[in-house]
């Protein structure tokens, strides 16, 4: 993992591979942000003079490379394009201007891979940007390479080391933010690698003894608060799980419930986090086309982003109770799978009749759901890539998010955007409630068509809701999987969408705003 570390002193003096400093559109000319005088300086006054002979505008994301040619410590400034002067001077104060700000420090810092230190310049910034600042670059610096053969040295490690640099003294708020951008990034990055784990290594069973894993190496004040509980098939079968033990039984790699609770002392507000896990979807027996399962391994993604947040919350200190619910399951159209006509009994008693296999998700979750309900919970929020009809309906970096309560669900569109993860508000209609009416058990699992596919599926989770407990349903079906080119902070793969909302909405939560 990338370390974030502060140094305060001297810019032009900072010992790194590269220093990367900002630079602003202005009109028809490129303007330096603030912190960046000593790198001009150093260059005697003629820096902006070189990096407009290279071509640099300052337009957002824009990366210009310059030799120091021993004017300061780095070799290598790298110029990062801010886009349009106005919101800068030091005060990139809103939602939106932040997100841009880590896209465009990711920008930077992907491409400087290979490179083992690289600076960022962030003087004269508050809390806000330096976190912002720190978590893009992090977010940045990643690769998985587990299966790859050869030596290592061949290929551009990602950086290893990225130093938030200010001349000045430092103090406790710049320490507090750099920490937790390196508590969430890792948490990030820890649910991408689940996520690119292929379906050979990554089934139920090894996914629980890798959350265990993960618990157990968290740093030792959040692994003394963490707990995990795992069922395994033969326990889901006794305990009437009938989604996930039906979903499973296609497959010779039996299902797992997952558990993992964080649980301070004081603590008054709690949550709790669901997430598919179908650690390989083929659909079933309602089989996928060849080429809709090869990015399948991703459909356990809502499962790793609910576990590693939790981890994450723990690692933070959080004064709020969060318990995570992987309900993990391997979709297979074994000799025993699910057929299109069978009846589940989901836990809790409710029945459903099975017309598409490869509407498994749902099962799973609505057995997660409604074991989270037995505790309670101030809120439930579950997490799935749950639908084709999402990407069709937002694409592919926007995630859905439905709710059983407004007032929750504007407050998690909220902190989704102050995490920088983009989400839109969908409805749930009553009337698709019909279509979900079964002739031989209480419900099915599919609506009558194909028409609403995204929200016939959230009716159904609401389904399985206690009454009294707020909900929201987060289908990131596009944005948890990036199957093209790398941009911003993302890298091609995983993503690890989720994470970022989930950690913020236990901190709005900690700070008494839900």
């Known amino acids: 993992m990338t370390t974030i570390s502060f140094q305060f002193g001297p810019v032009a003096s900072v010992n790194a591979d590269a220093l990367v400093i900002g630079v602003y559109k202005d009109g028809d000319t490129v303007v330096l942000a603030p912190g960046a005088e000593p790198v001009d300086a150093a260059f005697g006054g003629s820096l902006l003079a070189g990096l407009k002979a290279l071509g640099a505008t300052g337009a957002a994301d824009e990366v210009t490379r310059i030799p120091s040619a021993g004017s300061l410590a780095a070799p290598l400034i790298v110029a990062l394009g801010l886009g349009p002067n106005g919101a800068g001077e030091g005060e990139v104060v809103g939602v939106a201007g932040l997100e841009d700000l880590r896209k465009s420090v990711g920008a930077a810092v992907r491409s400087l891979a290979g490179l083992g ?26 690769s998985f390479t587990d299966f790859k053969t050869g030596d290592p040295a061949e290929r551009k490690a990602p950086v290893a080391e990225l130093i938030l640099v200010a001349e000045g003294e430092g103090g406790a708020e710049p320490a507090a933010a750099a920490h937790r951008a390196q508590v969430i990034a890792d948490a990030v990055k820890a649910t991408r690698d689940l996520i690119n784990t292929p379906p050979s290594h990554l089934y139920p069973e090894s996914f629980a003894d890798a959350v265990g894993k993960a618990v157990s190496s968290a740093d030792a004040a959040a692994a003394g608060t963490l707990k995990i509980e795992i069922l395994d098939d033969e326990e889901l079968r006794a305990g009437g799980y009938g989604g996930l033990s039906g979903v499973g039984q296609g497959s010779s790699r039996g299902p797992r419930l997952v558990r993992v609770s964080y649980e301070p002392a004081g603590a008054t507000r709690s949550l709790a986090f669901v997430g598919k896990g179908i650690t390989f979807d ?49 979709n297979m159209p074994g000799g025993n799978a699910i057929r299109p006509s069978d009846v589940l009994t989901m836990f809790g008693g409710k029945t459903v009749e099975v017309l ?34 999402q990407v069709i309906s937002l694409g592919l970096r926007t995630a859905a998010v439905m709710a059983n309560d407004e007032e929750f669900r504007i407050q998690v569109e909220s902190a989704a955007e102050r995490a920088g993860e983009d989400v839109w508000p969908m409805p749930l209609p ?26 016939t599926a959230g009716m159904f989770l609401k389904e399985f809701v206690a009454e009294g407990i707020a909900w929201a349903h987060l289908d990131m079906a596009g944005p948890a999987f990036n199957d093209g080119a790398p941009y911003g902070y993302a890298p091609k793969g995983g993503t690890g969408f989720a994470v970022r909302t989930l950690v913020q909405l236990a901190q709005d939560a900690a700070d008494g705003l839900l």
Not at 125 to 141: C, F, M, V
Not at 362 to 380: F, K, W
Not at 442 to 453: E, F, P, S, T, V
Request: without cysteine.
């Open 117 to 142: 230190r690289v600076a960022v310049v962030t003087s004269g910034a508050g809390p806000e940007i330096i976190e912002a600042t720190a978590l893009g670059g992090s977010l940045a610096a990643y």
């Open 282 to 330: 083929t659909g079933g027996i309602s089989l996928k086309p060849p080429n809709a399962m090869e990015t399948m391994k991703s459909d356990m993604s809502g499962a790793a982003a609910v576990v590693h947040a939790t981890i994450a919350v723990a690692e933070l200190g959080l004064p709020v109770k969060v318990t995570a619910w992987a309900a993990l399951a391997e």
């Open 356 to 389: 598409n296999t490869d509407a498994e998700g749902r099962l799973v979750l609505a057995d997660a759901i409604v074991r989270a309900g037995r505790e309670q919970p101030d809120a439930i929020v579950d997490v799935a890539t749950l639908t084709g009809a």
């Open 430 to 455: 009553t009337h698709l409630r019909k279509s979900l009416d079964s002739e031989v058990a209480d419900l099915k699992n599919i609506g009558d068509g194909a028409a609403g596919g995204m929200l």
